[in-house]
């Protein structure tokens, strides 16, 4: 079976499938330029991180004698050479399937396009040739009409006994002109049909089967050559399998070798200074006019302000709240996630334009010949101001939300969400003066301010337990590690916390 002979009449739908062939391959190469893409960025990518976490420098080199470290420096050469072999299957896949087939994707378009046109051509000439035969099929009815029409009338007046001789002879010999006409077209008429049919046939059995199996030819080539392509898009990725099998051996044989005990060992080594033990301390007698530490640092009570649910079942317009309070519950929980949902969505894109000017201003720090770091600051201290403004806003709008949830009965109160409560210490206090002869230096005033926000579940106003302070490299810092929760429900806010710590002090 074959398209010249089955499908002879089928011109439409052998141009249409040839196209829609030709579309594939086209759509073929696309789908593996974006595959190579993704690989050349997934390699680039890699290459990156390994460049982040690959050591260099002194301090690095000792920290790699541990084989923990070293480990994991392994791991990051594996992974950079394994970004190699990424880039090597998209090179390949470039060079071996997209560069190929977009090239035979060229020839077979012109092939198809000499094809059709001679269909179309052969097509025309036939027109043509039919149009010169219903010519002459005209010129012959209308030749042989007049013919009969001359010999009806010299029969006439040849049987009229009052026509004279020259009369009749003269319509005699019309009449034989006309006949001899119409013989003329006749013979002419069918001498361009018997050519018409023979082109005819010509047409339907020679010429468009051999157009029509060129075509098919063309088209079975063509799913021979991209079913290769098919094929080579996995036979590239195998071929680089063993190198990358290889790369992974190294990962896990860096798993292998890291040793706990021998990095014990090591760092025992590294780090033992060899010196004895101090002997026991000798009892102190502090009560003897010895004053313990005080403070007068104090917490400020929290005031709370509250608000009724300012809805009412009077059908009165209320006035527009930020908060949509003046909205029926339902309504109003709905604004509000809106509006969360509104500033979240501009809060990621502030951020993500933060990280790119971040990230900007990174390039132009390494590639002073690209731009000056310093023209983007104003933007990112914009950008800056605008994250905290609406992460503000988020907090506020979630707080209205949750009171939301927790007041649906109109006749309930709510807990105001801009609840402060403030705690404070008096700078010119020294908690540590019961210390102060056993440190070189004083401390004379605050290191500084910490603020935070904590929305729990307290009783009336809330407790706050501070746990720990850790010495720092001046003087120190304050680690809040709880909010204790009670039984009704409050907002504690911290505004202030001062700190007098000792550089060599540290309190539990």
């Given at each position: 079976m074959?398209?010249?002979t089955?499908?002879?009449d089928?011109?439409?739908?052998i141009?249409?499938?040839?196209q829609s062939?030709l579309?594939?391959v086209d759509?073929y190469?696309?789908?593996?330029?974006?595959r190579?893409?993704?690989e050349?960025n997934y390699a680039?990518?890699?290459?990156?991180l390994s460049k982040k976490?690959?050591k260099?420098?002194s301090k690095e080199?000792?920290?790699?004698?541990f084989t923990?470290?070293q480990?994991?420096q392994?791991?990051?050469n594996?992974l950079?050479?394994?970004a190699g072999?990424?880039e090597?299957i998209?090179?390949n896949m470039?060079?071996g399937?997209c560069?190929?087939l977009?090239k035979?994707?060229?020839d077979?378009k012109q092939?198809?396009?000499?094809y059709?046109?001679?269909a179309k051509?052969?097509q025309q000439?036939?027109e043509?040739?039919?149009?010169q035969?219903?010519n002459?099929?005209?010129r012959?009815?209308?030749?042989?009409?007049?013919a009969e029409k001359a010999t009806?009338?010299a029969?006439?007046?040849?049987?009229?006994?009052?026509?004279?001789k020259?009369?009749?002879?003269k319509?005699?010999?019309?009449?034989?002109v006309k006949?001899?006409?119409a013989?003329e077209?006749?013979n002419?008429?069918?001498?361009?049909?018997?050519?018409?049919n023979?082109?005819?046939?010509t047409?339907?059995?020679t010429?468009i089967?051999?157009?029509?199996n060129?075509?098919?030819?063309?088209d079975e080539?063509?799913?021979?050559c991209l079913a290769?392509?098919?094929?080579?898009?996995?036979?590239?990725?195998k071929?680089?399998?063993?190198?990358i099998?290889k790369?992974?051996?190294g990962?896990?044989m860096?798993?292998?070798n890291t040793n706990?005990?021998?990095d014990?060992?090591?760092?025992?080594e590294?780090h033992?200074s060899?010196f004895?033990?101090p002997?026991e301390?000798?009892?102190e007698?502090?009560s003897?006019g010895i004053?313990?530490?005080?403070?007068?640092?104090n917490?400020?009570?929290?005031k709370?302000?509250?608000?009724l649910?300012?809805f009412?079942?009077k059908?009165t317009?209320?006035?527009?709240?930020?908060?949509?309070?003046?909205?029926p519950?339902e309504?109003?929980?709905?604004?509000?996630q809106?509006?969360?949902?509104d500033?979240?969505?501009e809060?990621?894109?502030e951020l993500?334009?933060?990280e790119a000017l971040?990230?900007?201003?990174?390039v132009?720090?390494r590639n002073p010949?690209?731009g000056?770091?310093a023209?983007?600051e104003p933007?990112i201290t914009?950008?800056?101001?605008?994250v905290?403004?609406?992460?503000?806003?988020?907090t506020?709008?979630e707080s209205?939300l949750?009171?939301?949830?927790r007041?649906?009965?109109?006749t309930n109160t709510a807990?105001n969400?801009?609840q402060?409560?403030s705690?404070s210490?008096?700078?010119?206090?020294n908690?540590?003066s019961?210390f102060?002869?056993?440190?070189?230096?004083d401390?004379?005033?605050?290191?500084?301010?910490a603020?935070a926000?904590?929305?729990?579940?307290?009783?009336s106003?809330?407790?706050?337990?501070?746990?720990?302070?850790?010495?720092?490299?001046?003087?120190?810092t304050?680690s809040?590690?709880?909010?204790?929760p009670?039984?009704?429900?409050?907002?504690?806010?911290i505004t202030?916390?001062?700190l007098?710590v000792?550089v060599r002090?540290?309190?539990?």
């Amino acid at each position: 079976m074959d398209w010249g002979t089955d499908l002879w009449d089928q011109y439409d739908g052998i141009d249409k499938h040839t196209q829609s062939g030709l579309d594939l391959v086209d759509r073929y190469v696309k789908f593996v330029r974006e595959r190579t893409e993704i690989e050349q960025n997934y390699a680039k990518q890699l290459r990156n991180l390994s460049k982040k976490y690959l050591k260099r420098g002194s301090k690095e080199e000792q920290e790699c004698g541990f084989t923990n470290h070293q480990s994991f420096q392994d791991i990051v050469n594996e992974l950079n050479d394994y970004a190699g072999q990424r880039e090597l299957i998209a090179e390949n896949m470039m060079t071996g399937i997209c560069v190929e087939l977009t090239k035979y994707l060229q020839d077979l378009k012109q092939e198809r396009k000499t094809y059709l046109a001679d269909a179309k051509k052969a097509q025309q000439n036939l027109e043509i040739s039919f149009k010169q035969l219903e010519n002459t099929k005209r010129r012959f009815a209308k030749e042989w009409g007049e013919a009969e029409k001359a010999t009806q009338q010299a029969e006439k007046i040849e049987n009229d006994t009052n026509a004279m001789k020259a009369d009749v002879e003269k319509v005699k010999q019309h009449a034989h002109v006309k006949t001899h006409t119409a013989e003329e077209c006749r013979n002419d008429y069918a001498a361009q049909l018997q050519k018409y049919n023979k082109e005819q046939n010509t047409f339907y059995y020679t010429e468009i089967p051999q157009l029509f199996n060129k075509l098919q030819d063309m088209d079975e080539r063509r799913i021979r050559c991209l079913a290769e392509g098919y094929s080579q898009f996995a036979e590239v990725e195998k071929k680089v399998l063993p190198i990358i099998t290889k790369c992974l051996d190294g990962i896990s044989m860096a798993g292998r070798n890291t040793n706990g005990k021998q990095d014990s060992l090591r760092f025992i080594e590294q780090h033992k200074s060899g010196f004895e033990r101090p002997a026991e301390v000798d009892f102190e007698d502090y009560s003897q006019g010895i004053k313990p530490a005080s403070s007068d640092a104090n917490l400020n009570q929290p005031k709370i302000r509250t608000k009724l649910w300012p809805f009412s079942h009077k059908k009165t317009k209320s006035p527009a709240a930020e908060d949509f309070s003046h909205l029926p519950p339902e309504q109003r929980k709905k604004r509000l996630q809106s509006k969360i949902d509104d500033i979240t969505k501009e809060l990621q894109k502030e951020l993500d334009q933060s990280e790119a000017l971040e990230k900007m201003r990174g390039v132009y720090e390494r590639n002073p010949q690209m731009g000056d770091p310093a023209s983007l600051e104003p933007q990112i201290t914009q950008t800056s101001q605008n994250v905290g403004r609406l992460r503000g806003q988020l907090t506020k709008y979630e707080s209205w939300l949750a009171e939301a949830f927790r007041g649906d009965d109109s006749t309930n109160t709510a807990v105001n969400n801009n609840q402060h409560c403030s705690m404070s210490a008096d700078p010119s206090q020294n908690i540590y003066s019961e210390f102060d002869e056993d440190f070189d230096e004083d401390v004379e005033t605050p290191i500084g301010k910490a603020t935070a926000l904590y929305t729990f579940q307290g009783s009336s106003q809330g407790t706050v337990s501070i746990t720990s302070v850790s010495p720092g490299s001046s003087q120190g810092t304050v680690s809040i590690t709880s909010v204790s929760p009670g039984s009704s429900q409050g907002t504690v806010s911290i505004t202030s916390v001062c700190l007098q710590v000792p550089v060599r002090g540290q309190c539990l």
